[in-house]
Each structure stands twice: as structure tokens, then as C-alpha cells.
């Protein structure tokens, strides 16, 4: 699966991401750490396109929300790019496979399984 590429953003507007290279397992592991974080991830996983930023109904303010999501951008995890007034995000899945293989697929699964878990319960 390919990431998607982001269009070219309009000046003044470009989002700084890691390149590929540059994705460091320390930080990824802390990304997705935080269970707000690995919400955000699994439901970008379960899109498997871009989504808006507005899209995730998270129980934290906006701020909290804007932290969130740059830590994510910053450690690698997400693309961000705007798309007109909306800020639009996408699961740097491949890259994150080439650099870490299967580690992201893990993570996905077991948040699965715990989320199953704690409905079961």
C-alpha cells in the first residue's frame, strides 16, 4: 500500500514531516503511546484514506487536539497537508512498514484486540 501524496501546498502553508529516513522508533513508540494518539492512528488505519482533522470526535479540547495530532506528524506516523481551509491527515503507512516492517500492523492488532476486549468486558 502506497502512502498518498499530498498536493502541493499553497505558500506559507506546508506542514514539516520527517522524511522516511529520518523516522526514529523512539518516537513512533511515543506517538502511539498515548491512547488518544493510537485512536487517532486506528481510525486513520480504518479509512485508509485522508481524513479531516474535524473528523475525529475526541474527548480532549482543540488544543489538546492540535498537540496530538503534530506529535503524530512530527514522529513520522501522519502525512498532514491542507486541503482549502481544512487540515488533512493520512497514515504514513508504507513508510513506517519499510522502516519498521510489521510494527504498525502490530500496534493496529493488538489496539484491536484490546478495544474488543474492553467492550466484552
Known sequence: MAD??????????ELKHPE?????LEGV????????????????????G?????????????????????????SG?????YRGTAKMSVLRHADLADRFPGLLDCVLAAAKRQEECLTTA
Request: glycine fraction near 4%.
Open 50 to 74: 485522508e481524513l479531516a482533522c474535524s473528523v475525529f470526535d475526541l474527548p480532549v479540547s482543540k488544543s489538546t487536539c492540535t498537540h496530538h495530532f503534530r506529535v503524530l506528524r512530527e
Open 77 to 81: 506516523v501522519i502525512r498532514q497537508f
Open 29 to 48: 513508540l511515543h506517538a502511539l503511546a498515548d491512547p488518544m494518539r493510537l485512536r487517532i492512528v486506528c481510525g486513520l488505519a480504518a479509512d485508509g
Open 20 to 24: 522516511a529516513a529520518e523516522i526514529r
Open 4 to 13: 498518498q501524496q499530498a498536493p502541493t501546498p499553497s505558500a506559507g502553508r
